[in-house]
């Protein structure tokens, strides 16, 4: 059974930071990985979808990267915003149009 | 931008009703999806829908758990009787093919007392 895993489970950080955010998955058979923002409250919002065949995608500030060998993948945030301040989860498909799993989510704050 | 719009944002039920929470998922998606998210922890997946059938469900999807896409443009998930356990954010999600992600509803939440 596939488990994802997210640390840390908390960030804080002053505006204007680099900062990486870690998601490892126990089962390395994967078609892709996305990244989602989540707000208090709120829905998922999908910031970066990764395929199996790819090293990394990216978006504006953000970059996040695959490395399905070992299982991990990781989300750059550059320069990090107060407005960056929300949850972020990855989650994994083992099969095109298939469940997600989803990881329990690093829970970041930027101050300002 | 096309959204996935899910209604009502905030449902109160009591203990053994039964609940119907409605999703318009994105017009030329083909896949369609059922999430929960009980407070504090991980978003579970429950049930996949494809081609006006279940093509995947989970352990969590048992008898009291339906779905039916009735017209063509809503996807419904039905909950017989709710129990106090049942309480959770429910996202809807929908997917053009499946291969390019997801894109997500912004959630019922759902309160069962």
């Known amino acids: 059974k596939q488990e994802v895993t997210q640390i840390p489970a908390a960030l804080s950080v002053p505006e204007g930071e680099n900062l990486v955010l870690n998601c490892s998955f126990t089962?390395?058979?994967?078609?892709?990985l996305q990244w989602f923002r989540q707000d208090p409250g709120k829905g998922l919002t999908s910031l970066l979808l990764?395929?199996?065949?790819?090293r990394e995608q990216t978006s504006g500030r953000l970059n996040a990267s695959l490395d399905k060998s070992s299982g991990r993948s990781t989300l750059y945030i550059a320069a990090s915003q107060p407005g960056d301040s929300a949850t972020y989860l990855c989650a994994v498909g083992p099969n095109a149009g298939n469940m997600l799993t989803f990881g329990g989510g690093t829970r970041l704050m930027v101050k300002p | 931008e096309p959204e996935v719009t899910q209604t009502p944002s905030h449902q109160v039920t009591q203990m053994g009703q039964e609940v119907i929470l409605r999703c318009v998922p994105i017009?030329?998606?083909?896949?369609f999806y059922w999430y929960r998210q009980i407070l504090g922890q991980k978003v579970e997946f429950l049930v996949s829908?494809?081609?006006?059938?279940?093509?995947?469900k989970s352990e969590i999807f048992d008898d009291q758990f339906s779905v039916e896409r009735p017209d063509g443009s809503n996807f419904t998930l039905k909950i017989r009787s709710t129990k106090l356990e049942d309480s959770a954010m429910y996202f809807c999600?929908?997917?053009?093919?499946?291969?390019?992600?997801?894109?997500f509803g912004s959630g019922t939440r759902l309160t069962v007392v």
């Open positions: 017009s030329n998606h083909l896949y």
């Open positions: 829908f494809y081609n006006n059938e279940i093509s995947e």
């Open positions: 999600a929908s997917s053009r093919n499946g291969i390019y992600g997801y894109t």
């Open positions: 990764i395929q199996s065949s790819q």
């Open positions: 089962d390395s058979a994967i078609y892709n």
